[in-house]
């Protein structure tokens, strides 16, 4: 099992930036590859960004270039650094664990309570 809490969020004006931190419960964090997703009001969930269990990172191509994800096993932490921020940005942004197949869009078998992140023009 492990627990996932995400922190960072904010306003931000467009072109700023921000930094998600995902910390995880367990001992077992360095197994998991992990990955971010955001919410926006009305609108499906959506892919972000992913890693692996080694560090190999993908991008959905509306963040490409502007956000980097990142992982320190030692400290059970993944984060989510975003700049150049849109206002189609703004969403509630959830971290996750385990996806449960090799498509790191599909599913996951673990999800934080999520952290908004609002992006003024």
């Not at 931190?21 to 009305?42: E, H, I, L, N, V």
């Not at 190999?56 to 400290?75: L, W």
């Not at 849109?86 to 952290?115: I, M």
């Amino acid at each position: 099992q492990v627990q996932l809490v995400e922190s960072g969020g904010g306003l931000v004006q467009a072109g700023g930036s921000l930094r998600l931190s995902c910390a995880a419960s367990g001992r077992t964090f360095s197994r998991y590859p992990m990955g971010w997703f955001r919410q926006a009001p009305g609108k499906d969930r959506e892919f972000v960004a992913f890693i692996s269990r080694i560090g190999t990172t993908s991008y959905a191509d509306p963040v490409k270039g502007r956000f980097t994800i990142s992982r320190d096993n030692a400290k059970n932490a993944v984060s989510l650094h975003m700049t150049f921020l849109k206002p189609e940005d703004t969403a509630v942004y959830y971290c996750a664990a385990d996806p449960l197949s090799s498509d790191p869009n599909g599913p996951y078998n673990f999800w934080g309570q999520g952290t908004q992140v609002t992006v003024s023009s």
